[in-house]
């Protein structure tokens, strides 16, 4: 049988420099662990526009289609501010969600034991924390139509459209039940049905997909606004969140901000599976690309080495050796390894991006 | 010359509870510092629904439009889950913001020194925290058409319209510099610029009002899903925030719930001067109905008192009275008077609502 395909798309700022972990890692697995996988590289966001003129090229975008998974690094650096909207290095990444059908973004937010004093919130709230925020991907405001600034008598105006079907609803509900019944069987869906028609159909789609094949499941509904102070107030009393492609990307960055954790934190954006039952899946890191400290060796490649654990267990089902890398991280943090962003006010010599790839290796 | 009308409108669950402690400050005021309103009552939300079948009758609406200030205490309650759409009681509210133009919602998130320990972030984040959130409270996508949900094909579709014009950027945008003027000098404008179009617009158009008319104060850019990010971070890098209704909505409960103060926060809604130079006008606590405590005397007044206190300030140029008011709030605060809401885990006996109300009218 032929290896499964990865393509790794590191795109730009500090997106290269952790990657290059990643690969490390992926070649461990192949080497201990009889886990090989075909690695292909390719460009996107700001590097692909440099090259190419575009942020996504077609034959990028069709690679990507065939992988049977792809692995992102980060878009994005103030040297393209002045693009072009279509140009921006994001469209690159907003068209590889759309084109490969990403529609379920699972965001995990989890506080790593060794780092709760990290958080800004008192570290009781948050020691433990462990939400899965399922985030639409693939429609809503982001792809609405008709979208664009227009003139209107005297003067412009801006305009974009939230759009939800009830196909599109459903199928992001059942995989955040789905994975609520891997955990702790909740899920909270958010929305606001008190201002929102989207919202209405929104809530209503979700409690159908629940009452008719998740009737085991807790469900519960709260306004996106009250679902922000929820999560800064009391985070532990959520297990799954599932909302609209917006409101996830706000509510995910602050519960990502929450747990102290950010530059450890990974996504998965899952679409329908393929015929061999795989999902069509992209795996990135919750960070940006942080220019500040591009090219310097600062990154922690953390978060995208859990981003490719992720991958290991939703799209090659190994879930153990997902588990052995998780643990690995866990230990060297335990152990006292810090990347410049995990520097305390107590102070201490940080290690760099290679240095917390090496000791992450030997914990492996 | 007559005396400034005020219009009360209570509305639902602690709504009168609130207000009443409101009534006695405002007589207070009238007998001693011989600042004298003609007050009038009338019904918004579930109690006009209750009345006449509508969350806000077409008299009150007028009324509204009429007086010199609008008090609102809270709108909202199970009992009126099951309503249609359009009258469910919100609907008065958002009718209330539309037909007097409230263009300009004025967001405090202050935290008192007394209440530091009631955050769930580390006191050091929050302590002497002031932020202003200025949001836009008339457009965008809780107003823009079409909206509702349609058939299209064999599904339905939940479709709303996010719509800004360049004249409703420019005046909210003038609110909040003319704001920062009197504060710390700072903006920092929100949305989402590099996924909606919208965003762009809003971004420009903020930018060409800072360059051309207040050159003067700091403007920054920041999207909306950092700025969660950044209110959980380090909130007091902020002093004024102007974003539009929808992140303003979410941001400002996230801010809000930051300062631990929640039942403490005021907010005012301007729209243009009248010909007397006064805008059209409506105070309300941030909090909402709270249905789970009404009628049992726990609720916390002081929110509701702070908004009119805002009142005497934005609205009747009293901000000499308004500052006598909030120093008696922080006093008493100071002195240990706590409603339900302000037990911490030490416990203590709490004090009823008009037991707060007592305390300050005593230490005003
Ligand atoms: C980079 C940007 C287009 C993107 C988004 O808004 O979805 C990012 O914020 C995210 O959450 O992945
Ligand atoms: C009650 C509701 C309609 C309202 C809103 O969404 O604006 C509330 O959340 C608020 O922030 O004042």
Redesign the interface.
Known sequence: MANPTLLILAGDGIGPEVMNEVTRIIDWFGEKRDLKFDVEHDLVGGAAYDAHGTPLHDDTMARALEADAVLLGAV?GPKYDDLD?SL?P?RGL?RLRKEMDLFSNLRPAQCFDALADFS???PE?VAGLDIMIVRELTSG??F?EP???FE?GN?????????????EIDRVARSAFELARKRNNKVCSME?A?????????REVVQKVHDEDYPDVELSHMY???G??Q????PKQFDVIVTDN??G???S??A???TGS?GMLPSASLGAPNADGRPKAMYEPVHGSAPDITGQGKANPIACILSFAMALRYSFDHGDEATRLEKAVEKVLADGARTADLMGPEGGTPISTTEMGDVILAAL
């Open positions: 994005g909207f921006k994001e907003l800004s919130l008192k709230l405001v982001y609405g979208r664009g600034i209107e003067e412009r105006v801006g305009v974009n459209t939230q759009r939800y079907t009830e196909s606001k008190n201002v929102m028609e989207s919202g209405i159909l929104w996106a606004d009250n922000a102070m999560l800064v107030r009391a917006l409101f990307d706000i509510l960055d602050c990502a901000m929450l950010l």
